[in-house]
Nanobody, 124 residues
Framework: QVQLVESGGGLVQAGGSLRLSCAAS????????MGWFRQAPGKEREFVAA????????YYATSVKGRFTISRDNAKNTVYLQMNSLKPEDTAVYYC?????????????????WGKGTLVTVSS
């Protein structure tokens, strides 16, 4: 089974930046749609950003559009989430997820594999 490992989380002040990475195992990474989700304390997991296998279109939640950028490097089996202009509301555990079937629906239930998450804390 595919394993996903996130890294890059930490503590940052409002207005700062962080870059999250998600390293995937296996040789079929390039065929997966990839996404980032997050879960704040006491709240449900929500969609943040997604990138299809073709990288043709990028998708973002309205709350992060213009501040976050998702990208992928298939040669490194890695997906990135560059987060700029961070706000306290961005505080959450960020999860990397893979859509093995490349459905492109970017819903929670559509994702087949999940990482264990990396914590991002934004102080005011």
């Amino acid at each position: 089974q595919v394993q996903l490992v996130e890294s890059g989380g930490g503590l940052v002040q409002a207005g700062g930046s962080l870059r999250l990475s998600c390293a995937a195992s296996g040789r079929a990474f390039s065929s997966y749609g990839m996404g980032w989700f997050r879960q704040a304390p006491g709240k449900e997991r929500e969609f943040v950003a997604a990138i299809p296998r073709s990288s043709g279109y990028l998708y973002y939640a309205t709350s992060v559009k213009g501040r976050f950028t998702i990208s992928r490097d298939n040669a490194k089996n890695t997906v990135y989430l560059q987060m700029n202009s961070l706000k306290p509301e961005d505080t959450a555990v960020y999860y990397c997820a893979a859509d093995r079937k490349a459905l492109g629906t970017w819903t929670y239930s559509a994702m087949d594999y999940w990482g264990k998450g990396t914590l991002v804390t934004v102080s005011s």
